[in-house]
């Protein structure tokens, strides 16, 4: 058929290399993929193992990032998402009913936190709080509705980190369904699955995509029977990830054991340095030999991650100071990648949180979180220095 420009324009040639293949994974940047056979087609939509036909079911670059993170988590299939929390509400939404009981880590991000927050008043769906420290804090809060446990490896933004094998054997024996958030750890430093949780969540948009340009989430699924309802659910809520953003987090994911190196060295050369500052009140980072959680951090982690926590001893004012102050390090709400990154907690990422919960998180009105970046530790010293002496200075608020 000779066909118009107008149509040409349209229907391009897609290439099909051959015989030589793309070093690395191309994107599919394609929302369907059309067919010769309608039955291929039919099998596709019922089936993401089946074929391609429309990219809120199945992509293949994204699928080539699910792979590979169910592979370095040990899970048995993943599912990408356009972000963190879109991975979060995928899980509890797909594994949650009304009347259903959680328990959960007290110091957890402060989006997961408003997440529970409404999930107990718009289901009923009530969530009680332990330190996430040791397997004992369970027996008590236990219910007959008790349905999950969700817990994060190294908990956002003090750093804290619990006995995560024995709380995931505990929450087992009890029948519980064990969802943990790595995203602070990395499958690098901790592989849930092989401890025995249920689900894994990951922001990418952090440690995997490494280069803060990025925003996806990813479940990784311990048992192959979990995958195909979660799937189903991920794609009826609409929460596909983006094959651009898949890439962008592949591409990431090839240089994650050369950063994450970088970033728990920097962030225990920081935490060094802050520990020793007068204006420094406390310092966390389970790194830290006299850190509460030193000792279980080093039973089960072979590192212990890139972002620390320190308090200021002047508090609200010496805080606003010196993220001000910083000249290298940026003020921002993320964590994760090169550039190292600061937040002042109690009014950015655990605003949700009134004056008793932060307290109970381990966050004061002084308290800044570091994200160590992969700049050289010198420099960025010599910023925090320069910054702490103007926090030092700073009238109290
Ligand atoms: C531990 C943790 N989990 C989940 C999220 C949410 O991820 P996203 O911002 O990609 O939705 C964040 C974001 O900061 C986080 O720090």
Redesign the pocket.
Known sequence: MRLHPETRAIHVPVPEPGPSRPVSVPIYQTSAFSFTDPAACADALANPASGHAYSRYANPTTQALENALADLEGGAGAVATS????A?NAVLLSQLRAGDHVIAQRCL?G??FAVFADLAARYGIEVSYIDGRDAAELGPVLRPASRLLYL?TIA?PTAAVGDLPALLAAGRAAGLTTVV?N??ATPLLCRPIEHGADFVVH????YLGGHDDV???VIVVGDADRFRPLWQHATDLGAAADPFASWLTLRGLKTLALRMDRHCATAGFLAGQLAAHAAVDRVHWPGLPDHPDHDIATAFLPGFGGVLAFDLAGGRAAGMAFVSALQVALLAP??GGAETLVLHPAST?HRQLDAAGLHAAGITEGTIRVSCGLEHPDDLWADFAQALAVAQAAPAG
């Open positions: 972000s963190g929390m879109g979060i991000y989006g997961t994060e956002n958030d995203t602070f922001s990418a948009t952090k925003t996806l989430g993320s964590l990422s």
